[in-house]
């Protein structure tokens, strides 16, 4: 083959591989036009607003563990110990308004306190913990935050018991969650209505839904989170649902 053939067809074949190329970037530039007008064609056809609704809510019911530890040289000894103070914060409950029903005894569990030097165990045992929790389950809220607020008297006797707080929760929150939606969904139309109206548009009928996570506060409070929040320190809440909801415009 002469070196013209040869220079013949790598010319040739350089424009072919250019012709193939300008053809691949046009049909890009041609599926990227249309993407672009699918999207530009969907964000024109329809509006998405977000709305909320809120309500407040008392709790009506508690749940309140206290735990009882005591320490002593040998372990049948803090197992004493410890049975005694549960029966004194027992008896505080129960003479304070608490059915005995409504208390539940955990199991006693020890635990032995070995001695240590330089970060290494000698093997000594020094005390022994005994420690049981004792729940209070009731839906007597507002007697629960009394006695947890008065639990200082049994402290001052000597015993030795640690007070996690109550935690308060409402029963009927199955019920506001759809209350609370169709709410949402109403307000969403309200905001919808607003905004098309100022430029002379309406609303038209719901393309999508979709719902937020239930978020249940102390009153007034900011705290969100986005797999919900569930506050149990307060027994008055503020329960709050929303939606994003899309329509026709």
């Known amino acids: 083959m002469s070196e013209t053939t040869v220079i013949t067809v790598e010319r040739r074949n350089a424009v072919i ?13 041609f599926g990227l036009v249309k993407v672009g007008a699918g999207f530009s064609s969907r964000a024109s056809n329809g509006i998405t607003v977000t709305g909320s609704a809120k309500t407040e809510a008392t709790s009506d019911k508690a749940v309140w563990t206290l735990s009882v530890q005591e320490l002593s040289p040998t372990v049948s000894t803090a197992v004493t110990k410890v049975s005694s103070s549960v029966s004194a914060v027992s008896k505080y409950l129960t003479d304070g308004g608490i059915p005995s029903s409504e208390l539940t005894l955990g199991a006693v569990s020890t635990y032995a306190n070995e001695e240590y030097l330089n970060g290494n165990s000698t093997g000594r045992i020094l005390s022994y913990r ?25 402290l001052q006797t000597g015993v030795n018991v640690n007070n996690y707080g109550p935690q308060y929760y409402i029963s009927n929150l199955p019920e506001l969650r759809p209350q609370l939606a169709g709410e949402a969904m109403k307000d969403a139309l309200d905001r919808a209505t607003s905004i098309t109206k100022a430029v002379n548009g309406k609303v038209g009928k719901v393309m999508s839904v979709r719902g937020g996570p239930i978020q249940v506060t102390a009153p007034d409070s900011t705290m969100t989170s986005d797999g919900g929040a569930y506050d149990t320190q307060t027994i008055e809440k503020t329960v709050t649902a929303t939606v994003s909801v899309t329509f026709e415009n």
């Open 17 to 29: 591989v250019i012709v193939a190329a300008l053809i691949v970037a046009l049909a890009m530039g």
């Open 130 to 154: 005994a420690s049981r929790d004792i729940t209070v389950r009731t839906t007597n809220v507002q007697l629960v935050s009394k006695l947890s607020q008065g639990i200082g008297s049994i």
